[in-house]
């Protein structure tokens, strides 16, 4: 296998551990402090499948403080590698070369690795930064590399080249992950039937709501016709009764209404008679009630008798006469209905001439 394979990718092999050189693994930092420890895992597997670039992924990490260390590899690459020693990848656990180096001071260091060099830059003990070369690199490549560090240590110069000496064990942290890719499959295959499933029970909860939506709709759309009808009803029978109150109104208006005129023309007939003469001492006509106060002056009236005449006035009802201490005085009440044909005075009222006999007391 050529140089672009992964062979060299074994190192030195410490049972059940294999060592990665550093040419074949990738460091990428995740921030995780605002993610929960048993979750954090399996936001590192959703990033690396968004940065990394093979079918399969295996991966190494760590975390310190607020940030996750993760050091991945090619599976498909490494279990081609594997396959000449009669190894399986279930068997070995790979862990990348610098995780097995012993930490320099905080800063910038060139590390001679096992099949090139590698640029770090180390920050409270933990690699910030890492570059890999074949060789060790020329003035052009330190100072791109420097630039990414960024910050005061862009024109940071290189240093000597150094060979770090191995730990002697793993560190107790490091957590080893193989083949997330394959795995992420069947869990992204898992999420997204889940999905389809939530989609679906939406649908459906969504077609359960627009039913009835469309049932109450119609119920809505019933009372509403329902109330257009009743209330077609109402204006039909308003209209009934503003053409009924119209109708009154004009009939009202072509009969002739009772006047106190037509009254006080009626009363004077009263006195109507042989050597008869009364006065008219009070007038009180209001809310279709009268009450008048009868004088006879001049000769003498019977009280019957004029109850009798005033009964016969149209348009007067409920006549009765309340006598007074003056017997020749008395008063008249009754009630006026006001759409009488007016009064004819002398052609209602009969007089003392045309009765038979002469009237007295």
Not at 1 to 21: K, Q
Not at 137 to 156: C, I, K, Q
Not at 281 to 299: I, M, P, Q, S
Request: with cysteine; glycine share 8%; hydrophobic share 45%.
């Amino acid at each position: 296998m050529g140089p672009s394979g992964v062979e060299g990718a074994i190192g030195a092999l410490r049972a059940p551990h294999l060592v990665l050189a550093r040419a074949r693994v990738r460091l990428a930092l995740f921030p995780v402090e605002r993610i929960p420890v048993s979750a954090r895992e399996q936001a590192l597997r959703l990033h690396l499948l968004q940065i990394s670039p093979y079918a399969r992924t295996g991966f190494a990490w760590h975390v310190r403080g607020a940030t996750a260390y993760a050091w991945y590899w090619d599976e498909t690459a490494l279990d081609a590698a594997l396959a000449p020693h009669n190894l399986s990848g279930r068997f070995v656990r790979p862990v990348p070369e610098p995780l097995l180096r012993q930490r320099g001071p905080d800063g910038f260091a060139l590390n001679r690795t096992l099949d090139g060099v590698e640029g770090q830059f180390r920050a409270a003990g933990s690699i910030e930064a890492s570059s890999w070369w074949p060789a060790s690199p020329d003035a052009a490549e330190w100072a791109h590399f420097a630039r990414d560090v960024g910050g005061a240590y862009a024109s940071a110069p290189c240093p000597p080249l150094a060979q770090p000496a191995w730990l002697a064990e793993v560190p107790p942290e490091l957590r080893i992950v193989r083949a997330i890719q394959g795995e992420t499959r069947f869990n992204e295959n898992l999420i997204y039937f889940v999905l389809l499933a939530l989609l679906g029970c939406g649908a459906i909860w969504l077609g359960m709501a627009q039913w009835r939506l469309v049932g109450a709709i119609a119920e809505r759309t019933a009372e509403r016709a329902a109330l257009r009808q009743e209330l077609g009803h109402i204006l039909d029978d308003q209209r009934a009764a503003e053409r009924d109150r119209t109708a009154v109104t004009l009939r009202a208006a072509n009969e002739h209404p009772l006047t106190q005129l037509d009254l006080l023309a009626a009363f004077a007939a009263l006195g109507i008679g042989e050597g008869q003469k009364i006065t008219l001492t009070e007038w009180d006509f209001r809310n279709d009630k009268l009450r008048a106060v009868l004088t006879a002056t001049t000769g003498e009236v019977a009280r019957t008798e004029m109850l009798a005449r005033a009964e016969r006035i149209p348009g007067l009802h409920n006549v009765r006469l309340q006598i007074e201490n003056d017997p020749k005085s008395f008063t008249l009440i009754a009630d006026v209905a006001r759409s009488a044909e007016p009064p004819d005075a002398a052609a209602s009222l009969p007089t003392a001439s045309a009765q038979s006999g002469t009237h007295k007391p």
